[in-house]
């Protein structure tokens, strides 16, 4: 049994195991485990040291932000010139830029699916769900991969390529002639295609003389990639598709800002849109944090406010100074109508306890004068 077959096997534990769930096989994804996206590729390129982001689509705030951009072209046909102009004005940008170009060629999911459908002990009703899948992925790509056209010598684009429609695809495993390598790296590569480059490209990577990635001349460079097989995540499972992952990081530049765009398409209402944190709201799990943080505001508002809440303190005076007892009770006295009863409570007060010794005991026979409310 080959390593990727191994591999798709370890894949395939969790449906085999009854978790039901079919793995993704979305094309250009830039995060996930889809069998046809690009994370692997991705994180070499972030562990071999380049600064690498990632964008769904073209965009013009890639101009000047980015030395090399990797584009995995989501169409099996050629890019449209609105896309060919945009990467026109990257190459153009100061400085020394390069452009890697992928052409769609392939489906990770095909090999996937023969895999499982092949392996031994499994129940015949996945057996036939996996022969299902296959036949589904394998008319899907004939069909994708039966348009042809040709390259266009007139034209100076980088990307003026061609592709050639085969009578057949050609069996796997392949050896890829890689310019600097002693041997040839065998691969699991299906060639669905013919490679057509624009004039003036030389071969870096060939197939029994057919070029397979070819590179323009120059301080800003242009390489173009006949299928993305060796790249995918489905792919890299093979120890050779890895070598040439390698091989081709090896060709940018030394510590190169490096953007991965998963699309040819341009997204058009990103063309002048500058970075705001407003958008960060729109990134998951942002906006369910936000929500709970709203709601933890506004609970926290409701409980600190004094109408519904906790009533308002307020500093009272220190009670040691006895002398505001006195003056609180001669303002009672002033209020009181009834000068007898206020005599009376003012003679209680002069008054000592009986029993107690002390100078306190001495009647006090001074006249009564109305007690007066200090200034």
Known sequence: MTPSRRLAVVLLVGLVAGCGQEPDDTYGTLRGASLNGVSAFVQLLRDTGHGTATRRALAERMIGRHDVAIVFTSAFDAPDEEARQLLGRFLAAEGDQTLVFVVRDSDAAIAYWQAVAE????????????????????????????????????????LAYGLAVRDGPVPTPIDVAVAGEAAPIRARWPLRRRLEPPRGMRPVW????????????????????????????????DPGNRRLAAALVAQLPKG?????????????????????????LTVQPNPWIFAQAVVALALF?????????????????????????????GALLRKSRDEDFARGRLEAWRRPAAGLPGPGNVPDTRPLETPRRQA
């Open 119 to 158: 392996t031994p002990g499994l129940p015949a009703a996945k057996a036939e769900r996996a022969r299902i899948k296959l036949e589904i992925a394998a008319s899907e790509l004939e069909r994708d991969t039966r348009e042809a056209f040709p390259a266009a010598p007139s034209d100076r684009s980088p």
């Open 206 to 237: 060939t197939h029994a003389g057919e070029p397979l990635l070819v590179a323009s001349r120059g301080s800003d460079r242009t390489l173009l990639l006949a299928s993305a097989a060796p790249l995918l995540n489905g792919g890299l499972v």
């Open 256 to 280: 190169a800002r490096v953007v991965v765009v998963g699309s040819a398409r341009i997204r058009q209402e990103e063309g002048d849109e500058r970075p705001s944190a407003w958008r960060l």
């Open 301 to 329: 508002c409701w409980w600190k406010a004094p109408i519904f809440g906790r009533p308002r303190r307020e500093e009272a005076r220190p009670p040691q100074d006895f002398g505001h007892h006195v003056e609180a009770l």
